[in-house]
Structure formats: structure tokens, C-alpha cells
């Protein structure tokens, strides 16, 4: 069974700086791409980074710049380093990997940055 483990979350001042980690356990195998959702409260969830399997990376606008996805296939964990940290980036922040067969999602991780 594949389980998926986000941490990181926090509480942060604007401008400041917050590394995710996703942890995957289990046997995932041909993962396509791998990628960082966000619910914000009364907002419905959004993408805001992903990785394929070949490296390459995407980011939404509103945090291009600011955030920065990677990955280390060795621990099987993928992270996200937010720096500038905005109020507006407030949200629950959830990892998922995408597979030729499945999609695996995490629990979330909350993230809040205070004015």
C-alpha cells in the first residue's frame, strides 16, 4: 500500500522561508510526475508545482520566482522550498504522485504566514 507523508508545515512570518517534504512509502513504480496542490480556505484546490520523472518542472504564476520543487528519488521524497512566503500563501499543502495506473495523494500539511 503506497502512503504518502507531507511535513514541513508551520506558522512563518511574510517573507519568510518553509521547506515541505514529501515522504512516499510503499511500492510506486512508472510515477509520471510528482506535484504540490494547495487548498486555501474557502478556495478550491490548486496546483502549484509539479516534477516529471524526466525533471522537468512547472510552477503557477503566483509562485514562480518564490518556490522551488525538487526531488530525491533515492528517499523517495519530493520537497518544496517556498521562500518570500506571502499571507496569501496560507493553505493546506498536499504532495501527489502520479502514476501510469494511480493517483496517491497525502494528508496535507498546514501551512499559515502571518502579516
Known amino acids: 500500500q503506497v502512503q504518502l507523508v507531507e511535513s514541513g508545515g508551520g506558522l512563518v512570518q511574510a517573507g519568510g522561508s518553509l521547506r515541505l517534504s514529501c515522504a512516499a512509502s510503499g511500492s510506486i513504480f512508472s510515477i509520471d510526475y510528482t506535484g504540490w496542490y494547495r487548498r486555501a480556505p474557502g478556495k478550491q484546490r490548486e496546483l502549484v508545482a509539479t516534477?516529471?520523472?524526466?525533471?522537468?518542472?512547472n510552477y503557477a504564476d503566483s509562485v514562480k520566482g518564490r518556490f522551488t520543487i525538487s526531488r530525491d528519488n533515492a528517499k523517495n521524497t519530493v520537497y518544496l522550498q517556498m521562500s518570500s512566503l506571502k499571507p496569501e500563501d496560507t493553505a493546506v499543502y498536499y504532495c501527489?504522485?502520479?502514476?501510469?495506473?494511480?493517483?496517491?495523494w497525502g494528508q496535507g500539511t498546514q501551512v499559515t504566514v502571518s502579516s
Open positions: 516534477v516529471t520523472s524526466g525533471g522537468s518542472t
Open positions: 501527489k504522485v502520479v502514476t501510469i495506473a494511480n493517483a496517491y
